[in-house]
């Protein structure tokens, strides 16, 4: 395993969750770190990315103002903080990086880790 993501759990709507990838392999401060969700029956989509040389993450529509992505470079460390969280974010949630921030977008990661699963109760 090339990430390890955790913090997943179960969680009643309206709550908050903090996730965090870290790699043993890897330094994540030199690659583009994304997170990932994917619910039963549909495709894996993109949720959050950072880039390595600061900039603006990018977040899909339906997390912005609820999801933050954040790096703590001392900890090796990229860590997404849910808020807000809704029944609808429930998910096996998957960190992943990429050596360039263009492939990161659309989603081609060089590396990836386990998921962790988020359970968001109504």
């Known amino acids: 395993v090339q990430l390890q993501a955790s913090g997943g759990g179960l969680v009643q709507a309206g709550g908050t969750l903090t996730l965090s990838c870290t790699s043993s392999?890897?330094?994540?401060?030199?690659?583009?770190v994304g997170w990932f969700h994917q619910a039963p029956g549909k495709r894996r989509e993109g949720v959050a990315c950072?880039?390595?040389?600061?900039?603006?993450?990018f977040y899909a529509d339906d997390v912005k103002g609820r999801f933050t992505i954040f790096r703590d470079n001392a900890k090796n460390t990229v860590y997404l903080q849910m808020n807000s969280l809704k029944p609808e974010d429930t998910a096996v949630y998957y960190c992943?990086?990429?050596?360039?921030?263009?492939?990161?977008?659309?989603?081609?990661?060089?590396?990836w880790g386990k998921g962790t699963l988020v359970t968001v109760s109504s």
């Open positions: 950072i880039g390595s040389g600061g900039g603006s993450p």
């Open positions: 992943a990086a990429a050596s360039k921030w263009d492939a990161a977008l659309k989603g081609t990661m060089d590396y």
């Open positions: 392999q890897y330094t994540l401060a030199e690659l583009a």
